[in-house]
């Protein structure tokens, strides 16, 4: 069956819902998405979004862009930062009179709270669930505007004919059908790939299927290599403890009891940056200074007092109890990093249309917006509350792209076996005799992840992983389902997940293992200083005949020249 909108919009987090209020304007829309449009993992975030509101003291966007410039060690595109920063307090406003109900100061205005690397008091916040309400007053906007959803179909993959898109492939999950989607511009907005790694804070649905489904049609993606580590996850299972609990005020702590973070960042402390404290944090682990010599440190809540914690971190001490418990009122939370973001992408202009090569030649009908897109505003290492900025101002942004270049995109005829192909591709996969168990490959892929490509890399790991992963995929041609049935199958779109996530970690990998340097959140034991002669630059991967095949370009430096980055 091949459906017919003029925009298709794929992801119902923050950045496709905001991207389908404005497309709809200027003709028929729709949003697929593989979970139920509120349980999109933007849902998840708890700590806050930035804007230079300046509620909590004096604050103004050039300040807010160049805190993101420097967070990003700067590989950040500072056209891309500087528009995320002036849009960003008008952006508030819009959500606040959509109706997000954001925590409000004694007068009455929109409470703001300190976090990571910015130097003001800028994440604006609804208690520890920012995510959460967002999410949910997008999703009744969509559906005040009558806004069609396609909830549980899952997007396998793009159609392009001579080189402008024309739709995607989905499954009905339920049913597992075959469905095309026809579109005039289609809007990818599918979320980050923290699944590819053993201790992530991401949903189990962020398994990164939009970007290898891109990668498979040929189209190049941006700065793999670079991704970012949440200091503090759930000891063990890596589920989030939002950086809104250090920005109240709470420490980390070593074996001694000590406030190590006075030793790697003494002006900021546990309010450096991620990959800054990230790092400090492994490193006591791996110095033997975790607490009782274990693979965690300490958050300690306490002396921010009952009534704060309970006013302001309700979801953190909930969670604290269920997953360690804790009562965080009581004791500290054992803590470790986590794989929470993927700074790097599918590469877009500022206007968040696709672009297929290191030119910028736009892939006409095809734009992207979200975790999931590179435009790039975080650079090598995303400040917190800048995502969901991102989300919502891009978001934005595509959707109202897509109304201005609409009139100027004819349909054209849907190019036939479209449908077909996948169907076949699908049937193969659930028919196919073998003796691999997908539970295992992806649970190697995702424990060698950890550890040959976390927070440290250096060369020797990074090739281990890469045969690792060469394994993996072989022995992937060899999995088998034990579910051969058609109607809600999870175990192929498992399988379909799992196939993503051998495709596009082998980008990170040889991503990393090109980059000779350190900057932001990609660490090289090997070549631990940032290297600018050489290193300024985006790196590009697309699919060659013989396996990936790297490009570069440049970073785009408008206000802020590089300069040596310390806190
Ligand atoms: C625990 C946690 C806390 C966070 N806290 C904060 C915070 O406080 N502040 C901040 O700024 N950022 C935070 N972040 C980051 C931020 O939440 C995300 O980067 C942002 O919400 C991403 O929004 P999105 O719309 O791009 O993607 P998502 O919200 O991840 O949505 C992706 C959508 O794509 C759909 N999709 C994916 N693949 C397919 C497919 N193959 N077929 C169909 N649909 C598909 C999914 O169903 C989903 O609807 C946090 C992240 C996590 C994990």
């Known amino acids: 069956m091949i459906h017919r909108y003029d925009t298709v919009i794929i992801g119902a987090g923050l950045a496709g819902m905001r991207a389908a209020i404005e497309a ?117 906007q969509c559906l005040k505007h009558a806004i069609k959803f ?39 907005a599918t979320g980050g790939y923290g699944r590819a790694f053993k201790i992530t804070s991401n949903a189990h649905a962020s398994s990164g299927d939009g970007l290898s489904i891109i990668y498979r049609a040929g189209l190049p993606l941006e700065d793999m290599e670079c991704v970012q580590f949440h200091p503090t996850g759930f000891y063990p299972s890596g589920i989030l403890v939002t950086e809104g609990a250090r920005g109240e005020g709470a420490y980390i702590l070593n074996d001694q009891g000590e406030r190590f973070m006075k030793r790697y960042a003494p002006d900021r402390m546990e309010l450096a940056p991620r990959d800054v404290t990230a790092r400090a944090i492994q490193t006591e682990i791996d110095q033997g200074r975790g607490i009782g010599g274990g693979a965690y440190v300490h958050l300690d809540l306490r002396h921010l007092g009952e009534e704060k914690i309970r006013k302001r971190l309700p979801q953190i001490l909930d969670l604290a109890m269920r997953f360690t418990a804790v009562d965080a009122l009581k004791a500290p939370i054992p803590i470790q990093p986590t794989a929470h973001y993927s700074m790097g992408g599918i590469p877009t202009d500022i206007r968040g249309r696709v672009i297929g090569d290191a030119q910028g030649t736009v892939v006409p009908g095809l734009y992207a917006c979200g975790e999931c897109a590179c435009v790039s505003v975080h650079g090598a ?81 990074l090739q281990e992983q890469l045969l690792i992963i060469g394994k993996l995929q072989d022995r992937f041609s060899r999995a088998r389902l034990s579910d051969k049935g058609k109607r809600c199958n999870t175990e192929l779109v498992e399988i379909l997940e799992l196939r993503s996530l051998l495709d596009f970690t082998e980008l990170i990998v040889r991503g990393a293992l090109a980059r000779e340097e350190s900057r932001g959140a990609h660490y090289r034991t090997d070549y631990p200083k940032r290297d600018d002669a050489h290193w300024l630059k985006h790196s590009l991967a697309r699919k060659g005949p013989e396996g990936p095949v790297f490009d570069y370009k440049p970073v785009r430096i408008t206000r802020y020249q590089p300069k040596e980055r310390k806190y």
């Open 150 to 188: 396609y909830p549980e179909y899952l997007v396998l993959s793009l159609v392009l004919a001579d080189g402008v898109c024309r739709g995607v492939v989905a499954m009905d999950i339920l049913t597992g059908d075959i469905h095309g989607f026809f579109g005039r511009a289609v809007v990818f």
């Open 381 to 461: 290492n995303r400040l917190g509350c800048n995502s969901l900025l991102e989300a919502v101002v891009y978001g934005a942004r595509a959707g109202k792209v897509v109304c201005e270049d609409l009139p100027g995109i004819e349909w054209s005829d849907w190019p036939k076996g479209a449908v077909e192909g996948v169907q076949g591709e699908v049937r193969a996969l659930v028919e196919r005799e073998g003796n691999e168990s997908l539970a295992a490959i992806r649970d190697e892929l995702q424990e060698s992840m950890q550890k040959n490509c976390g927070i440290f890399r250096s060369r020797g790991p």
């Open 24 to 140: 709809r304007v200027s003709g028929s829309c729709c949003v697929l998405t593989k979970v139920f449009p509120t349980r999109s993992h933007s849902g998840a975030a708890q700590g806050g979004i930035a804007a230079s509101l300046g509620n909590a003291g004096e604050d103004d966007w050039p300040t807010h862009m160049f805190d993101t410039v420097k967070g990003s060690d700067y590989l950040a595109d500072q056209d891309a930062v500087e528009i995320l920063v002036k849009e960003a307090p008008l952006t508030i406003i819009d959500l606040e009179h959509m109706g997000v109900p954001f925590s409000r100061t004694e007068e009455g205005l929109i409470a703001q709270r300190s976090f990571g690397g910015h130097t003001k008091q800028r994440a604006c916040y609804a208690a520890d669930l920012t995510g959460h309400v967002i999410l949910h007053t997008l999703y009744e």
